[in-house]
T-cell receptor, first 115, second 116 residues
Framework: GAVVSQHPSWVICKSGTSVKIECRSLDFQATTMFWYRQFPKQSLMLMATSNEGSKATYEQGVEKDKFLINHASLTLSTLTVTSAHPEDSSFYIC???????????FGPGTRLTVT | AQKITQTQPGMFVQEKEAVTLDCTYDTSDPSYGLFWYKQPSSGEMIFLIYQGSYDQQNATEGRYSLNFQKARKSANLVISASQLGDSAMYFCAMREGYSSASKIIFGSGTRLSIRP
């Protein structure tokens, strides 16, 4: 089956630093990738949608300058949390859509803790 | 705008019993897809079952079945013969349309706990 990986699976960083999270589709080409954020005991909230080679589309209320998304290839998208603060601590999940059949697959998630 | 509602924040069920998790949705798009995902404590999203808006029959996948009532805009998940390993968060989700711009949004989730 289709596999989506994320790296790192967890990360701890200090307040004010930037953190990059990678999302890869391992065995298919992902024309579209999605980034979700999940706070403890809450649902997944869509942050942004990115299409390969173009700028990401952010959901209302998500700061595009804080959450930088790059979808440089059909198998890789990155989310950079810039100048991280403790309130950015969350579980970040990416999802990749197969360009051929529009099936969408989820990565295992990245747990970010900002101290 | 699309919207998903799950009204049961938590449920307790005895092992081997059947359980129904409720989900209602709202959309003006005639083409949409409905999903159920399981999220154990590890955090991974496990796809369970899918129902397309034009599908005539209710979807089934092993012990999972989706009770799709289009006129009522409901898509309840039924788990038959529950097992201890079914304890997890369950999310109902929807995607409007089938274009590259279509996105999956999630309901608030139901935490299911199976009692031995």
């Amino acid at each position: 089956g289709a596999v989506v990986s994320q790296h790192p699976s967890w990360v701890i960083c200090k307040s004010g630093t930037s953190v990059k999270i990678e999302c890869r589709s391992l065995d298919f080409q992902a024309t579209t990738m999605f980034w979700y954020r999940q706070f403890p005991k809450q649902s997944l909230m869509l942050m942004a949608t990115s299409n390969e080679g173009s700028k990401a589309t952010y959901e209302q209320g998500v700061e595009k300058d804080k959450f930088l998304i790059n979808h440089a290839s059909l198998t890789l998208s990155t989310l950079t949390v810039t100048s991280a603060h403790p309130e950015d601590s969350s579980f970040y999940i990416c999802s990749a859509r197969n360009g051929e059949n529009y099936e969408q697959y989820f990565g295992p998630g990245t747990r970010l803790t900002v101290t | 705008a699309q919207k998903i509602t799950q009204t049961q924040p938590g449920m307790f069920v005895q092992e081997k019993e059947a359980v129904t998790l409720d989900c209602t949705y709202d959309t003006s798009d005639p083409s949409y897809g409905l999903f159920w995902y399981k999220q154990p404590s590890s955090g991974e999203m496990i796809f369970l079952i899918y129902q397309g808006s034009y599908d005539q029959q209710n979807a089934t996948e092993g012990r999972y079945s989706l009770n799709f009532q289009k006129a009522r805009k409901s898509a309840n998940l039924v788990i038959s013969a529950s097992q201890l390993g079914d304890s997890a968060m369950y999310f109902c989700a929807m995607r409007e349309g089938y274009s590259s711009a279509s996105k999956i949004i999630f309901g608030s989730g139901t935490r299911l706990s199976i009692r031995p």
